[in-house]
């Protein structure tokens, strides 16, 4: 693979993640960039989604439980990203530590 063709898929796996959270643009790229699971999460979900997009082709018998396997993995997926989302915007607020001399 070139190197412009990995830029592409990179940027193909990002939009992806942020067209499911439009709202949300900003932090998405700021984890994909900086958060390795986040940045997997976002390469599974274009894969589960590949996978969903062509099971038509799939002989009949096999079609419609990968088709449920298939959507049960996106929805997990998506859960899990919006999970990270959620969890990145809170702040862990810590007192500063007691300077003070301590009386016996």
């Not at 796996?13 to 976002?42: G, I, W």
């Amino acid at each position: 693979m070139t190197s412009g063709e990995s830029n592409s898929t990179h940027l193909s796996v990002l939009e992806t993640a942020e067209a499911h959270f439009p709202d949300q643009k900003r932090l998405v790229q700021r984890l994909f960039y900086m958060n390795e699971a986040f940045h997997s999460m976002c390469e599974d979900l274009v894969a589960a989604a590949e996978a969903l997009a062509h099971v038509e082709g799939l002989p009949d018998n096999l079609r419609e439980a990968r088709r449920q396997e298939y959507a049960a993995l996106v929805d997990a997926l998506l859960k899990e990203m919006g999970e990270a989302l959620a969890q990145s915007k809170i702040v862990m607020l810590r007192r500063p530590p007691d300077t003070r001399p301590r009386s016996p």
